[in-house]
């Protein structure tokens, strides 16, 4: 198989499993990893599903480590129903230019 780099990095998650990293401190470095890596420029969390198909913590307290996220942290958060509507909703992703301009948009601007 082979790879191709688009130039984004997913990290995907259920609801679960966000609450479970958030619960063990792995919620935050996984961040610091995704904002530190310089060698993509579309650093995303793909959250599959609702906050409230999980029973860790309440939803609230998803719903607002995910606009954290976005708005503190400047990481974008595609939002998914299911693993057939993420790859539907990653196949229709375009790939980022190799160069990019100055005056250029924020590439997390374009999702």
């Not at 904002?35 to 607002?64: C, H, I, K, N, W």
């Not at 974008?76 to 100055?102: F, I, M, Q, Y």
Request: hydrophobic fraction near 40%; charged fraction near 30%.
């Amino acid at each position: 198989m082979q790879a191709i780099d688009f130039g984004w990095l997913v990290e995907r998650k259920t609801a679960a499993d966000l609450a479970k990293s958030m619960m063990d401190g792995r919620y935050r470095e996984q961040k610091q990893r995704l904002v530190a890596g310089d060698r993509f420029e579309r650093p995303m969390y793909l959250l599959e599903g609702l906050s409230t198909e999980q029973d860790l913590m309440p939803s609230a307290t998803l719903e607002q480590a995910i606009v954290s996220t976005q708005l503190r942290d400047g990481l974008a958060v595609l939002r998914t129903t299911s693993v057939h509507d993420s790859v539907a909703a990653l196949a229709g992703k375009k790939p980022l230019k190799s160069e990019r301009k100055a005056d250029d948009v924020d590439a997390r601007d374009e999702l």
